[in-house]
């Protein structure tokens, strides 16, 4: 469920990804679904991360050494944000997690930690690993608007995965972040707006098995080794499907177990 690159010539050496990721590139994983996480140990005083984004309405979350949880809007293309300074000497733990889901931002590339003077990466965090919580579901999910204030429409500003019931289930239990496959809007056999399935317009399982939102190309699912496996799985799908009145009845079962095949 998440993956970890341990070796002195790797970006990303001691990172955790908690999540789906593309891997295609090992040293620069790229993600897009909500709640897409790294975690790390680190000794330092400071600590930055780089990384490349596609889309500039992208928003993250993050959490040093357990103390309250900040946010920061990002720029397109690569860039460095600064995450802690003046940290006090010691091993520091950080939390980094995109709020955004790939429906509403493009995909986002890690492109590693950095660190003020002598810092450096030390061994990774250590998670219970009693659950591998997968949620699959709609707005409700992703955190669609549930950090604005009312009346507001919606923007990627007012959307945390942090805050979703999601990652909150996880983080109180003590378990690594949760992987969120969730899409605002969506359901399992039609969408928000449509009579029926659409072509134009695809519900849940035509998405379910990407590693990236928006690529068809993306390994997803089936590429999670084993030992990464989710042992948990929420769905939260439906309340779309009855935006109008029950949908089809044979239509909406068959779409549920053909989710619950991938």
């Given amino acids: 469920?998440?993956?970890?690159?341990?070796?002195?010539?790797?970006?990303?050496?001691?990172?955790?990804?908690h999540g789906r990721f593309d891997y295609?590139?090992?040293?620069?994983?790229?993600?897009?679904?909500?709640?897409?996480?790294?975690?790390?140990?680190f000794n330092g005083n400071s600590i930055s991360v780089t990384l490349n984004e596609s889309d500039a309405r992208v928003y993250y979350?993050?959490?040093?050494?357990?103390?309250?949880?900040?946010?920061?809007?990002?720029?397109?293309?690569t860039n460095v944000y600064s995450l802690a300074a003046d940290l006090s000497n010691g091993t520091h733990?950080?939390?980094?997690?995109?709020?955004?889901?790939?429906?509403?931002?493009?995909?986002?590339q890690f492109l590693g930690f950095s660190f003020g003077g002598a810092g450096q990466?030390?061994?990774?965090?250590?998670?219970?690993?009693?659950?591998?919580?997968?949620?699959?579901?709609?707005?409700?999910?992703?955190?669609?608007?549930n950090i604005g204030v009312m009346p507001c429409g919606f923007t990627t500003a007012t959307e945390s995965a942090y805050w979703s019931f999601a990652q909150q289930t996880a983080l109180l239990l003590g378990e690594a972040p949760a992987a969120n496959i969730s899409i605002s809007g969506i359901?399992?056999?039609?969408?928000y707006g449509n009579a029926g399935?659409?072509?134009?317009?695809?519900?849940m399982p035509f998405f379910y098995s990407r590693s990236l939102t928006g690529d068809s190309s993306s390994a997803g699912a089936s590429s999670i080794p084993p030992?990464?496996?989710?042992?948990?799985?929420?769905?939260?799908?439906?309340?779309?499907?009855?935006?109008?009145?029950?949908?089809?009845?044979?239509?909406?079962?068959?779409?549920?177990?053909?989710?619950?095949?991938?």
């Fill in 24 to 41: 295609t590139n090992p040293t620069a994983p790229r993600y897009s679904w909500s709640g897409s996480s790294m975690s790390a140990q």
């Fill in 121 to 145: 990466l030390s061994s990774p965090p250590e998670y219970p690993n009693k659950y591998r919580l997968e949620f699959i579901g709609d707005s409700i999910t992703a955190g669609f608007g």
């Fill in 187 to 191: 359901g399992v056999y039609r969408n």
């Fill in 227 to 262: 030992a990464m496996q989710p042992t948990v799985v929420i769905v939260n799908l439906g309340i779309n499907d009855f935006w109008n009145g029950p949908p089809d009845q044979t239509g909406f079962i068959s779409a549920y177990v053909e989710l619950f095949k991938t």
């Fill in 1 to 17: 469920f998440w993956k970890t690159f341990s070796g002195t010539e790797t970006i990303t050496a001691d990172v955790k990804f």
């Fill in 197 to 203: 399935p659409s072509v134009t317009d695809p519900s």
């Fill in 93 to 108: 733990k950080i939390l980094l997690m995109r709020e955004s889901e790939g429906a509403q931002a493009g995909p986002s």
């Fill in 61 to 77: 979350a993050y959490v040093i050494d357990d103390q309250p949880v900040k946010r920061f809007s990002v720029l397109a293309g």
